[in-house]
C-alpha cells in the first residue's frame, strides 16, 4: 500500500521554508518602509530568494546527476525533503533489484546444471539463452551460437520440420542428437510468456534401450513359444479319445487351452511387430471388401447367436495396410460377439464426418463400467478376466487395435454403459481416406 502523502501544514521543511519566505519579506519590508524604500526592498528579498532557490535546485541536480549512493546534501528547505523522498524509492528499487539479480542467477545455476537441455528461444526461434545439457546435446556454443536462429544449426530434417509444425503438445521422441548420433533425444517445446519458446531435451538413449530390451524379450519369448505349442497341437489333434469321455473331456480342455496360448503369442507377436514399426502401409483398403469380410468374421463367431448388420453410408476408403487395419476391426468385431449375450444386436457403421471418416462397431453387451475405460487398452487389461477367458480373449485385442490406429493417425473412442452395450469408433483423419475410385473392385 503506497504510503499517505503527508500535508503540507504538517510537513516540518514546508513550514520552515514559507517561515523563512514570511521573515524575509517581513524583513525587506521593515527596512523598506525605514528607508522609504517599500517596493525595491520587497523585490531585492523575493529576487534573493529566487536565488537561493535556483542555487538549491543546482545542487539537487548534481546530487542526482552524479547518481550518487550518498544522501543528499541538506539545508535544501523544501527541496531536501524533495530529494530524501528519492533517495529513499531509488534505495527501494536498488534493493529490489539486487533481490530479483540473486534469483536470477539463482534460476539460471539451477537451470544451468539441470540434467536436461533447456534452450530459451525467441519467437524468430533466435537462441537467447541454453543450459550445458543442451549445449552437449545438439552441439551448442554459447560463445558462437547465441542469437543464432536454431534451425540453421540443427541439419536433421526431422527436427526441423517438427520445429516448423510448432506443435507444442506433441513431443518429438527418438531422435538422434546432431553431435553424438548414438544418444537419442527426446525433445519438447514449451510456450511462455507472451510469445517466448522453451525448448527441453531430454536424453532418452537408456530408457529406449531398456524398452527396447523388454520388446526384444517378449518377441523372443513368443517365438521361443510358437514351435512347442504347434507340435503339442498337432498330437493333441491326433488323439483320438471318443471311447472314453473322461479323457475325451481332457484332451478338449486341453486342445482348447492350446489354442488359446497360440492365440496370446500371436497376438504377441503382432504387438512387437506393431511396436516395431514407424509407419502404416500406404495401400488402398477397400470398405466395401472390408466390411463385407469383416461380416463374414462376425457371423462364423457368432454362430447365428446374433443379429449382425452393417451400415454403410460411406463411399470412401481407407489409405493404410489392409492386413492391420483388418486385425484391429477384426478385433473389434470379435469383442462384440464375445461380450454380448445371445439375442444381442452388433451393428458395424462406416460413416463420413467432415473431411474424415469413422468406422464404429456398435453392440447390444454387457458394456463396461466407466472406471475400466481408461485402461481398457493397456496389455492383458480386462473387465472380468474369467469372461474374457472364457470366451476366449488373450487381454491384448484393445492394445492392437490402439496400436495399429496410432500408426494411422486414428483415434479411438469407446462410448459404454452397462447393461445397454458400447460402440468402438475408430476416427480416421482426413489424409487417411480417399473417395472409392470407380472401377475399383469392392
Ligand atoms: P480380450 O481378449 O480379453 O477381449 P481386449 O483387449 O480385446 O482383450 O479387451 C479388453 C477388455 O475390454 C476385455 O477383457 C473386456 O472386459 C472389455 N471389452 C472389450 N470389448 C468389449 C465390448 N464390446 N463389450 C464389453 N466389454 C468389452
Redesign the pocket.
Known amino acids: 500500500m503506497p504510503a499517505p502523502v503527508p500535508s503540507i501544514l504538517h510537513s516540518h521543511a514546508w513550514q520552515v521554508s514559507i517561515g523563512r519566505l514570511l521573515l524575509l519579506v517581513a524583513a525587506a519590508a521593515g527596512v523598506g518602509y525605514v528607508s522609504g524604500h517599500l517596493q525595491p526592498a520587497l523585490i531585492a528579498a523575493l529576487g534573493l530568494y529566487a536565488l537561493w532557490s535556483l542555487y538549491t535546485l543546482l545542487r539537487m541536480q548534481r546530487w542526482l546527476l552524479a547518481r550518487t549512493r550518498l544522501p543528499p546534501p541538506s539545508g535544501m528547505g523544501v527541496w531536501s525533503e524533495v530529494a530524501e523522498f528519492v533517495f529513499r524509492r531509488h534505495q527501494a528499487s536498488r534493493q529490489r533489484q539486487r533481490r530479483l539479480v540473486r534469483l536470477l542467477r539463482a534460476y539460471r545455476e539451477a537451470a544451468a546444471v539441470l540434467p536436461d537441455g533447456v534452450v530459451v528461444l525467441s519467437p524468430m526461434r533466435q537462441l537467447v539463452w541454453f543450459n550445458e545439457a543442451a549445449a552437449r546435446l545438439l552441439g551448442l556454443d554459447p560463445r558462437r551460437h547465441r542469437g543464432v536462429i536454431l534451425d540453421r544449426l540443427l541439419r536433421n530434417a526431422q527436427i526441423l520440420a517438427w520445429l516448423g509444425a510448432a506443435r507444442a503438445h506433441d513431443p518429438l521422441i527418438d531422435v538422434p542428437s546432431p553431435v553424438l548420433p548414438e544418444l537419442r533425444m527426446s525433445l519438447r517445446l514449451i510456450p511462455y510468456a507472451h510469445d517466448q519458446w522453451l525448448l527441453v531435451v531430454r536424453d532418452v538413449s537408456t530408457l529406449l534401450r531398456l524398452e527396447q530390451v523388454r520388446r526384444d524379450f517378449v518377441a523372443n519369448v513368443s517365438h521361443e513359444l510358437r514351435t512347442p505349442l504347434t507340435v503339442l497341437h498337432g498330437y493333441l489333434d491326433l488323439i483320438e479319445a471318443d471311447d472314453d469321455p473322461e479323457l475325451d473331456g481332457m484332451v478338449r480342455e486341453m486342445r482348447k487351452q492350446s489354442l488359446r496360448m497360440t492365440r496370446i503369442v500371436e497376438d504377441l507377436l503382432t504387438l512387437s511387430r506393431l511396436d516395431h514399426q514407424r509407419e502404416s502401409g500406404d495401400e488402398t483398403v477397400s470398405m466395401a471388401a472390408m466390411l463385407a469380410g469383416l461380416r463374414r468374421d462376425a457371423e462364423a463367431l457368432s454362430q447365428q447367436q446374433h443379429e449382425i448388420r452393417v451400415e454403410a453410408s460411406s463411399a470412401r476408403d481407407l489409405r493404410g495396410s489392409e492386413k492391420d487395419l483388418h486385425s484391429a476391426f477384426g478385433?473389434l468385431v470379435a469383442?462384440?460377439v464375445?461380450?454380448t449375450p445371445p439375442g444381442g444386436r452388433i451393428v458395424l457403421r462406416w460413416f463420413d464426418e467432415g473431411d474424415g471418416s469413422c468406422f464404429a462397431v456398435q453392440?447390444s453387451?454387457?458394456?463396461?463400467p466407466a472406471e475400466h475405460l481408461p485402461r481398457?487398452s493397456e496389455r492383458f487389461?480386462?473387465?472380468?478376466t474369467s469372461?474374457?477367458r472364457e470366451k476366449g480373449?488373450?487381454?491384448?485385442?484393445?492394445?492392437i487395435v490402439k496400436h495399429v490406429l496410432g500408426l494411422h493417425q486414428a483415434r479411438l473412442q469407446i462410448e459404454?454403459e452397462v447393461g445397454v452395450g458400447?460402440t468402438?469408433s475408430a476416427h480416421f483423419p482426413p489424409e487417411r481416406v480417399q473417395e472409392h475410385a470407380a472401377g475399383t473392385a469392392p
Open positions: 478385433n469383442n462384440a464375445r461380450y453392440d453387451g454387457h458394456g463396461i481398457i487389461y480386462r473387465v472380468s469372461r474374457s480373449g488373450t487381454g491384448l485385442g484393445l492394445s459404454s458400447s468402438f
